[in-house]
T-cell receptor
Framework: ELKVEQNPLFLSMQEGKNYTIYCNYS?????LYWYRQDPGKSLESLFV?????AVKQEGRLMASLDTKARLSTLHITAAVHDLSATYFCAVDRAGYALNFGKGTSLLVTP | GAGVSQSPSNKVTEKGKDVELRCDPISGHTALYWYRQSLGQGLEFLIYFQGNSAPDKSGLPSDRFSAERTGGSVSTLTIQRTQQEDSAVYLCASSWTALTGELFFGEGSRLTVL
């Protein structure tokens, strides 16, 4: 069974600081996705990582994928309040759907 | 439509009643998914449709749950004889094809069973 584990599950950080969210998964997969969810809202796709060594950046967020280590990271640079949300990683499940981690709830405080 | 549309957005029902949740995917998307989001549990895969067929319904929690899709478009998730543990947000997602992986989600139907 494909398991996807994120850590930390809760993260409170100050504006301007850097931090990394980790996503480990249990079986071989070359595709990994990051989503963002604001309270009461649906999930919004952030990054699609399709190969080993893939790196994508958007604003203050950067995601990377190491398929050999079965690890993806989401790095936050100089956090701002607008980044407060829950972040999910998801791994390709049998080529047609995704298995999600439990999510990391991020709160950025002044 | 412009995005995935789900209805109702909120549903409160009494234990033992049946409920139907509807999903209208993005036009042209052939793959459709139902997930369940419970507090602190992340997203739980329920069922996947390719066209009108459901090749994987392994995530449905019990035989009280069923889903169908008609015309390669709208899908309905039905929960019979609801229980309190069914309370959750039910999310629908669609994608162009199953192999693209990137899913587009609706805003969900929040179900509360009293």
């Amino acid at each position: 069974e494909l398991k996807v584990e994120q850590n930390p599950l809760f993260l409170s950080m100050q504006e301007g600081k850097n931090y990394t969210i980790y996503c480990n998964y249990s079986t071989t997969s070359d595709r990994l996705y990051w989503y963002r969810q604001d309270p009461g809202k649906s999930l919004e796709s952030l990054f699609v990582l399709l190969s080993n060594g893939a790196v994508k950046q958007e604003g203050r967020l950067m995601a990377s994928l190491d398929t050999k280590a079965r690890l993806s990271t989401l790095h936050i640079t100089a956090a701002v309040h607008d980044l407060s949300a829950t972040y999910f990683c998801a791994v390709d499940r049998a080529g047609y759907a995704l298995n999600f981690g439990k999510g990391t709830s991020l709160l950025v405080t002044p | 439509g412009a995005g995935v549309s789900q209805s109702p957005s909120n549903k409160v029902t009494e234990k033992g009643k049946d409920v139907e949740l509807r999903c209208d995917p993005i036009s042209g998307h052939t793959a459709l998914y139902w997930y369940r989001q419970s507090l602190g549990q992340g997203l739980e895969f329920l069922i996947y449709f390719q066209g009108n067929s459901a090749p994987d319904k392994s995530g449905l929690p019990s035989d009280r749950f069923s889903a169908e899709r008609t015309g390669g478009s709208v899908s309905t998730l039905t929960i019979q004889r609801t229980q309190q543990e069914d309370s959750a947000v039910y999310l629908c997602a669609s994608s162009w094809t199953a192999l693209t992986g990137e899913l587009f989600f609706g805003e969900g139907s929040r179900l509360t069973v009293l």
